[in-house]
């Protein structure tokens, strides 16, 4: 498993419910929706580097 950042985020409570109740829906946790958002931001704006097939299915969930 790759290393992961640890950092805090400031988020006001109706954005994180919101992300809360989505992360809920995809059956994920908050961190782990979080990370999916950004993932996809990140390559439909070209800003992140192929990788391969097998990590692709795991970020797209």
Known sequence: MSKKKSFVLRIDPD????????????FRSVNGQLEWMITQSLKQNKRLKSRTKRNDDEIEE
């Open 15 to 26: 954005t994180f419910k919101q992300i809360e109740k989505w992360a809920d829906d995809e």
